[in-house]
């Protein structure tokens, strides 16, 4: 069964920081790129932060580009999205996804995504 975990999100005062860790199984966690989106109410889902496989190759949406990293630790199956100086408008779900490869700059497209999880609410006060 494929599965996809979020955890990490919570309330943080504006300027706080939030770790997002997304726990994969039930596939070849190597082999697929990951993704993180996030919805905020009323808004449609968006792309934030993508890796490939490998971790070589790294997109991050112009919104959050220098506040927020994506990483992966393929021996522990599990993605990160460490979430620096955040903002009233970052709050939202936020969802990890599982694509079979990386799609270079187009990898923030929900579309290539097969797996989600899912998600997990960050709420940033100001």
């Known amino acids: 069964e494929v599965q996809l975990v979020e955890s990490g999100g919570g309330l943080v005062q504006a300027g706080g920081s939030l770790r997002l860790s997304c726990i994969i199984s039930g596939f070849t966690f190597d082999d697929y790129a990951i993704g993180w989106f996030r919805q905020a109410p009323g808004k449609e889902r968006e792309g934030v932060s993508c890796i490939s496989s490998s971790d070589s190759r790294i997109l991050h949406a112009d919104s959050v580009k220098g506040r927020f990293t994506i990483s992966r630790d393929n021996a522990k199956n599990t993605v990160y999205l460490q979430m620096n100086s955040l903002k009233p408008e970052d709050m939202a779900v936020y969802y990890c996804?599982?694509?079979?490869?990386?799609?270079?700059?187009?990898?923030?497209?929900?579309?290539?995504?097969?797996?989600w999880g899912q998600g997990t609410q960050v709420t940033v006060s100001s």
């Open positions: 996804a599982a694509a079979p490869n990386y799609y270079g700059t187009t990898c923030l497209l929900e579309l290539w995504y097969d797996y």
